[in-house]
Nanobody, 116 residues
Framework: QVQLVESGGGLVQPGGSLRLSCTTA????????WGWFRQAPGRQHEPVASITVNRNTNFTDSVKGRFTISRDDAERTLYLQMNSLKPEDTAVYYC??????????WGQGTQVTVSS
């Protein structure tokens, strides 16, 4: 069973930064593309960013130029650097397969709250 553990969230003022991490013991981590999703109250999971095995990245339009996604295959860790945060970025952030997220991969997520 694959377990993904997200961390790094918190309360930050508009314009601030956070770095999220997603770690796993999944031994085949390096063979897959991974992505970050977020879920605001009452809404479905929204894809935010993704990174392929070859480190090609993709971002939803609302975070382009502000967020960066990276991966450390040796540490089996996915990162999301979030800069210039806005109140509309407030959500619980999760990691999962970007193209076909698996229901059994959704972890606890990490709460990001952007507020003054």
């Amino acid at each position: 069973q694959v377990q993904l553990v997200e961390s790094g969230g918190g309360l930050v003022q508009p314009g601030g930064s956070l770095r999220l991490s997603c770690t796993t013991a999944f031994g085949r981590f390096r063979f897959y593309a991974w992505g970050w999703f977020r879920q605001a109250p009452g809404r479905q999971h929204e894809p935010v960013a993704s990174i392929t095995v070859n480190r090609n990245t993709n971002f939803t339009d609302s975070v382009k130029g502000r967020f960066t996604i990276s991966r450390d295959d040796a540490e089996r860790t996915l990162y999301l650097q979030m800069n210039s945060l806005k109140p509309e970025d407030t959500a619980v952030y999760y990691c999962n397969h970007p193209a076909r997220p698996r229901d059994d991969y959704w972890g606890q997520g990490t709460q990001v709250t952007v507020s003054s």
